[in-house]
């Protein structure tokens, strides 16, 4: 039975650790403390233990626990039957990318290297990776400043990453071919829209987009599309670049996904780039088109090896990313305060037209094909 006190089950985890360890890593190994780094993220909380080996400098373990948004309840989060479901599944899907990874034989794709899953604490426990996110790497000041061999070796990545998720689907997903079912996208496309008129009173400016998006879907009906398990979070924090050139993807789990057109992952990680492009507080203004443009050829180079891109597919589901981002954008602000608060509102107002541009001219290119 758990302890209520979220200290006491910090330090009873940190325990069981603690005696794990040798069994881990060797009888010489141990932990440099006992206590570990909390670090809570919106999903999870982490906890981080330093391990030495006689000889050897140390090294760095996490254990993560699953959490719904910003619960911050340790003992719900622990106790939840769902989030222990979820937990579980993640480690074994962690386990089965790292086995097809290894057999795959590339270098320069990699996965989370996890040690033990402690149920009494709901936690995964892996190795720490040394590595950084797509979105710290596409926000340094020597990729907005165009160094070429930077951007080079962001752009290698990309490709990558499309190799990384085609391979997720493929592995994880029981990729197939299927007819494109419209019902659960036009109920999301419902949802989004509402979300935009709840923040932002703009339903008669938004009125000839969810037309469109009408007219798209009936064009789309019925077609042969490429249906998979979604990764769900597949972003730019979410992907990462270790120092020899190697891509992790974190934060997969199949209990919380849902079998959706290939595009829906695609595009959620090009929405994201379009939209760290547009904020104004990240002076993303200053990438170029062009290289969005070779960054999205890129991926599509490493995912689709040996069938063909569905072009209005890919305009469909980038419209979707766009009409996801007019709610993003405005709803991000609710938790800021303050300056940084009018210049976030203030630069909403001025990238909602760009947004819902953009939207309209996905789905003209569905619609003109018609």
């Known amino acids: 039975m758990l302890d209520p006190d979220e200290t006491s089950i910090i330090q009873q985890l940190s325990e069981a650790i603690r005696q794990q360890i040798p069994v881990w890593f060797g009888e010489q190994a141990s932990l440099v403390r006992l206590e570990p780094i909390q670090i809570r993220y919106a999903f999870s909380f982490a906890f981080l233990y330093d391990v030495a080996l006689p000889g050897q400098q140390f090294f760095r373990i996490r254990a993560k626990i699953q959490d719904y948004e910003d619960r911050s309840n340790l003992v719900e989060a622990i106790l939840d039957a769902e989030l222990r479901s979820a937990s579980r599944q993640e480690f074994e899907a962690l386990q089965i990318m790292a086995r097809v990874i290894h057999e795959q034989a590339d270098p320069q794709l990699g996965c989370i290297q996890t040690i033990a899953y402690l149920p009494p604490w709901n936690a995964i426990v892996m190795r720490e990776l040394d590595a950084t996110s797509f979105r710290e790497i596409i926000l340094r000041p020597d990729m907005r400043l165009g160094v070429h061999a930077i951007r080079q070796r962001f752009s290698k990545a990309v490709y990558l990453a499309g190799k990384w998720l085609r391979l997720y689907h493929q592995t994880m997903g029981d990729m197939r071919l299927q007819p494109f079912d419209t019902l659960d996208l036009t109920n999301h496309i419902e949802m989004r829209f509402r979300q935009i008129v709840e923040i932002q009173a703009m339903s008669g400016a938004i009125r000839p987009l969810r037309q469109k998006f009408d007219a798209a879907l009936s064009v789309l009906k019925g077609s042969p599309v490429y249906y998979t398990l979604t990764h769900g979070d597949f972003h730019l924090s979410n992907i990462l670049l270790t120092p020899n050139d190697r891509v992790i993807v974190l934060d997969f789990d199949p209990s919380f996904r849902e079998r959706k057109p290939i595009y829906y992952g695609i ?68 938790t800021m305060s303050g300056a940084k608060k009018l210049l976030a509102l203030g630069a909403y107002q001025l990238m909602r037209p760009y947004f819902c541009s953009k939207a309209h001219n996905y789905l003209d290119e569905i619609l003109q094909a018609k």
């Open 267 to 334: 595009l959620q990680l090009f929405t994201d780039i379009d939209v760290q492009k547009t904020l104004i507080s990240n002076f993303g203004f200053l990438i170029p088109r062009a290289y969005l443009l070779e960054l999205r050829e890129q991926f599509f180079r490493g995912y689709f090896t040996d069938i063909a891109l569905d072009k209005h597919f890919n305009a469909l589901y980038s419209a979707i990313g766009m009409l996801r981002s007019i709610y993003w954008y405005k709803n991000r602000t609710k």
